[in-house]
């Protein structure tokens, strides 16, 4: 499922907003380290002084199922006829 963003109401966002959790949209990355560690990694981005930038918001390395999950989606893409 695809979802273009939340439906926040007046009982659900002050009990978010709390503990952190932010309106803005946030993007997740999988990807492998140049020494080969596979990353899980979640971002803002950002604009700042006219500069674009990434805030991190969370990063750390993934767990095998996680890592055995990336491997067989980008293999299945690789696989992918292309047009």
């Not at 499922?1 to 990355?29: I, L, Y």
């Amino acid at each position: 499922m695809k979802a273009s963003g939340f439906d926040w109401d007046t009982g659900n966002w002050p009990k978010c907003g709390k503990h952190g959790v932010s309106r803005e949209a946030r993007m997740r990355v999988l990807g492998k380290t140049r020494a080969g560690r596979y990353v899980f990694l979640v971002f803002m981005p950002r604009t700042v002084q006219g500069r674009k930038l990434i805030r991190p918001i969370s990063a750390r390395y993934m767990h095998k199922k996680e890592i055995d999950h990336y491997e067989s989606s980008s293999s299945q893409k690789d696989a992918t006829p292309s047009e």
